[in-house]
């Protein structure tokens, strides 16, 4: 299949796992303690970190990157070879609640979901308690992440990992500063919509 038609199943996924959280937000109130868990947010969790993997390795493997094993840290260092992924923030709910789902705690090799997830997935029914608000949103944001940049992809190739092409700090995008003859980015009808996330991604200056 080719990349369009490989992203396409998974962004209708993605709407159903979005919907699903929705459902148990009115549940689980999102002010809720994080570590509040629940088995249907465990479903939601692992379900999205699937999505997370295979997302990744979609991505790398359309801008022809390379990477020396078919996991989740080979994927992702080939991937944030620039930043692209650790710089990414997400607003969701429209509370300011901000989510930087790529963040790697030093002496770690992924970020705090992911090594929870893996660290539980054989290891029901104790690793229910993983299923907490904070993973399963941090989880979830990166899949949208994902999907915006996969959609990036799809319009315009490799220059997604130029950072020089990317606000300084605003919105996941490209520069639009930039002559249009070089570049036209047209971020509504590009990137998918959400009824939770927004994103806000950071770029420091190089």
Not at 5 to 28: A, C, Q
Not at 56 to 76: H, S, V
Request: hydrophobic letters at 35%.
């Amino acid at each position: 299949m080719s990349f369009d038609n490989d992203l396409k199943p998974m962004r209708d996924s993605y709407y159903e796992i979005e919907r699903r959280f929705i459902e148990i937000s009115r549940i689980i109130p999102l002010e809720n303690p994080p570590e509040t868990y629940s088995p249907r947010l465990y479903e939601i969790l692992q379900t999205s970190c699937g999505q997370v993997e295979n997302l990744l390795r979609l991505i790398c493997d359309k801008l022809q990157l390379t990477y020396e094993n078919n996991n989740f840290p080979a994927y992702f260092q080939a991937l944030n070879s620039t930043g692209i992924l650790s710089s990414q923030g997400i607003d969701y709910f429209s509370g300011n609640l901000i989510s930087q789902p790529f963040t790697i705690v030093v002496g770690n090799s992924t970020p705090f979901w992911w090594k929870a997830y893996n660290d539980t997935k054989h290891d029901l029914p104790e690793g229910y308690k993983q299923g907490n608000l904070k993973n399963t949103i941090n989880s979830l944001a990166a899949v949208y992440a994902l999907h915006c940049i996969g959609a990036y992809v799809q319009n315009f190739g490799d220059d997604v990992m130029k950072i020089s092409q990317w606000h300084q700090r605003s919105s996941i995008s490209m520069n639009t500063l930039r002559p249009v003859t070089e570049f036209e980015w047209h971020i509504d009808e590009v990137r998918p919509k959400s009824d939770i996330f927004y994103p806000i991604s950071y770029f420091r200056e190089l």
